[in-house]
């Protein structure tokens, strides 16, 4: 898979702007993915507004909420592809769980966890 990102897409200026698990398909008996819905890549001055929170690198949000405010980076895309990936093998988002404690006096929406840095591994 890193071989079609890096050599495939990115030394041509291809940036996958709404990568998420529902936008690959592999085909393990060769370990080749074939990219689906691929009208969020981004190329040259096309920048993609498409994004889900889930997969939304909080470098690339508004301060002190997920929504997308700089346009997707390879480094946004390697991100989304390693959220999948911890998915994949651990069955939860790195972002999961139940949460209860308060941060600065109120409760943090789940869609902001990335924000608060509240990993799946804190939750009580």
């Not at 050599?7 to 393990?28: A, E, P, Q, S, T």
């Not at 405010?69 to 390693?82: D, L, Q, V």
Request: glycine share 8%; hydrophobic share 35%; charged share 20%.
């Amino acid at each position: 898979i890193y071989d079609t990102i890096h050599n495939g897409l990115h030394r041509n200026g291809v940036v996958i702007g709404d990568n998420n698990d529902l936008n690959i398909l592999v085909d393990v008996s060769k370990l080749m993915p074939y990219f689906i819905d691929m009208d969020a890549a981004q190329y040259g001055g096309f920048y993609s507004k498409s994004y889900m929170t889930k997969y939304l690198d909080p470098m690339l949000s508004k301060p002190g909420e997920m929504e997308l405010a700089k346009p997707h980076t390879e480094i946004s895309e390697w991100y989304s592809f390693m959220i999948m990936l911890f998915e994949s093998l651990l069955f939860t988002s790195p972002y999961g769980g139940i949460f209860k404690k308060k941060v600065n006096g109120s409760r943090v929406k789940h869609n902001d966890r990335p924000l608060h840095r509240i990993a799946c591994f804190q939750m009580n």
